[in-house]
């Protein structure tokens, strides 16, 4: 006959074995409900914003009230975009904590996988798991989804390479596509997802760098000092 005291470490192992499923699932509504703002309904609302855009040639045709009501009502467009991308974000930001950075960013591969035709190539250092801060988790996932992102939205890449390594004193985050490139001191880009990559690494006293030639891909280098 089982012990008492076994009996109640299985019970106990149960419950926290059900506790972590129950947490995963919230997780994953979580990541679900962020990215279908991010990628669904923030981007509708982009291409709202372009359609709207497109009356400005009638502005001449315009008295001044007009003109006013066309331009908060651009304005609301910009700021409701941007209240949705922050309810997205802090959606997101929790499922780091409890599951590891390695995890969060295979499934977020995974799903990129399957919504785009590219591969990705992604490697992480065991050890950098176990070395980080949650901000820094949070800021190196923001960083290498906004990357993502970009190379699926203007890159027209084939593949992507990342690289997440611990030298010397510094975590190091590459980020390398295949696509058509850009030149990144001409880009006048209203975008804000390179801005906040650089500030989000400078913000852990890191740096970033881009570098770039037309048809010849990107590659991101970010390197962020491990005792901050
Ligand atoms: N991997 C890439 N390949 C080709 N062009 C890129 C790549 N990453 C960025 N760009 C160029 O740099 C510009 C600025 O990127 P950024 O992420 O700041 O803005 P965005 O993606 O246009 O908008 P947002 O990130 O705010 O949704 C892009 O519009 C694009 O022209
Ligand atoms: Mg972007």
Known sequence: MESLESQNMEVSQLMRFQEKKRLEAIMNERRRIALDLHDGTIATLSAIKI?????????????????????????????????????????????????????????????????????????????????????????????????????????????????????????VLKIIDNGVGFNPLKSISPGIGLKSMKSRTESLNGVLSITSRIEKGVTIIVKIPINI
Request: glycine share 4%; proline share 0%; no cysteine.
């Open 51 to 171: 359609y709207f855009k497109s009356f400005e040639v009638y502005f001449s045709k315009l008295d001044h009230e007009k003109r006013q009501l066309y331009r908060k009502a651009m304005s609301l467009l910009g700021q409701t975009a941007e209240e949705i991308r922050l309810i997205s974000h802090n959606l997101n930001d929790g499922t780091i904590q409890g599951f590891g950075l390695k995890k969060v960013l295979n499934d977020f591969i995974d799903k990129i996988q399957e919504s785009y035709q590219i591969e990705i190539d992604f490697i992480m250092h065991d050890l950098v798991d176990t070395e980080l801060s949650s901000k820094k988790e949070i800021a190196i996932y923001r960083i290498i989804q906004e990357g993502i992102h970009n190379v699926v939205k203007h890159a027209n890449a084939t593949n992507i390479r990342i690289k997440i390594s611990i030298i010397g004193k510094n975590i």
